[in-house]
C-alpha cells in the first residue's frame, strides 16, 4: 500500500500516512494539511476548516476597542464635489481694504455706463454721417441738424469723462489686487504705487505698462484663462489708442471728403471703444475669480475617460427572439417520434442554437 505524506501547518513535521489520511499531527496536535487535492468535491475532502480567536496563542484577552462618541450627521447645503471643485478665490471671499477701495468698488459700474455711452457716441457718429451724406442733395432741416450737434457733443464729452473715471477706478482696483495678490504669497509688490500712477495715466508709456502690470498679477497667481485674456485686452488696448490718435489727426484735415471719412472712422473707433471697455470688465472680473457675468469663476477638471466596456461573454437572450431568429429549416430535423412538447427537449434545441 502507498503512502502519502502529510505535512503539519503549525510545525511543519511531514508524517507518512498509510490507508486513511490523519487529520491532527501527533507531536503538536496541529493541522495536518490535506493530501487530496483543494479542488476536490465535498464527499472526498478530509480536512476542516478551524476557527480560532486571534489571542489563542499568547494566551492575553482581546480588549474590547473603545467606541467613540457618535458624532452628528453632516450636512452640506448642496452636492459635495470634493476633488473637483476648487475654493472660492481669496478675492472673491475678501473685500478690497486700503486706500484704493472705494475707488475699486466703481469699477464695474462705471466700465458698464461707459461702454452704452461709446455705444451712443457711435449711433450718434453714423447719424452724422448719413447727415452728410443727406445734405449733398438737398438741405437738411435745422432741428435735426441742430439734436444731431447735441446727440454728438454731449455723448462724446460724456464718453471721455467716463473713460476717464474708469481708467481712474480701474487704477484703483489694479492697486489694491496687486496688494492682495503678493501679500498672500508672503511677498511685497516690488512695483510702487507712484509708478503704477504713471505707468497707467502718462500718455505713450500707458499703451505698455497696464498690459505689463496685469501679466504679472496673472503670472502670480498662475492662471493661465486670465493670461490669456490680458494679452487680447492689451492688443485691443494699443488698436484702441492707435485708432484713438488717428481719428483726432483725421478731424483736423481741410477736406470735406476727408472730414466726412473721418466721422466714418470715429464711429468704428468708438464701436472699439465699446469692445475694449467689456474686454477691461472681463478681465477685471477674470482677475477676482469671475466670469463676465459677475458668477464665481471654477477651473475645469479633466478626468480620465475609459473605454466602453466590451461584454466577454455573450448576454443572454430571450428563447422566443433566439427561436425567431433561427433558420425555420432546423424545426424540419426534429424526428417525428420525438416528443416537442417536453420543456426540457425544448429547452435543450434552444441552448444548442
Known sequence: MSSVLQPCARCGARWAVHGTPMHWCPRCHGV?????????????RNYRW????????????????????????????QIPRWGLRDELPASALAAPRGRAAALASWVTPLLLVTAGMFALAAVAELVRYVILLVNRTRLIDPLALRFSDWLLTGSSLLALALALGSGVAVLGWLIETRSAVFARAGRRDSRPVPLLVLGCLVPVANLVYPGVFLTEVAAERGDPRALRAIRI???????????????????????????ADGVLFTAWTDAVAVA??????????????????????LARRWVVAVDPAVPV?????????????????????IPDDRDTDNGAVQHEEVMAK
Not at 488698436?239 to 484735415?253: K, V
Not at 475694449?276 to 469663476?297: A, E, K, M, N, S
Open 276 to 297: 475694449l471697455t467689456v474686454l477691461t470688465l472681463w478681465v477685471v472680473r477674470l482677475l477676482d475669480g469671475h466670469d463676465l457675468f459677475g458668477r464665481v469663476r
Open 32 to 44: 495536518l494539511l490535506s493530501p487530496a487535492p483543494i479542488d476536490a468535491p465535498a464527499d472526498r
Open 50 to 77: 478551524v476557527a480560532r480567536r486571534p489571542d489563542h496563542r499568547n494566551g492575553r484577552p482581546v480588549t474590547a476597542a473603545r467606541r467613540r462618541p457618535t458624532a452628528p450627521t453632516p450636512r452640506y447645503p
Open 233 to 259: 485686452w492689451w492688443c485691443a488696448w494699443i488698436l484702441g489708442g492707435l485708432m484713438a490718435a488717428a481719428a483726432l489727426f483725421w478731424r483736423a484735415a481741410d477736406s470735406l471728403q476727408v472730414k
Open 313 to 333: 461573454i455573450e448576454p443572454v437572450h430571450p428563447g422566443g427572439a433566439a427561436r425567431t431568429e433561427a433558420p425555420d429549416a432546423a424545426d424540419a430535423e
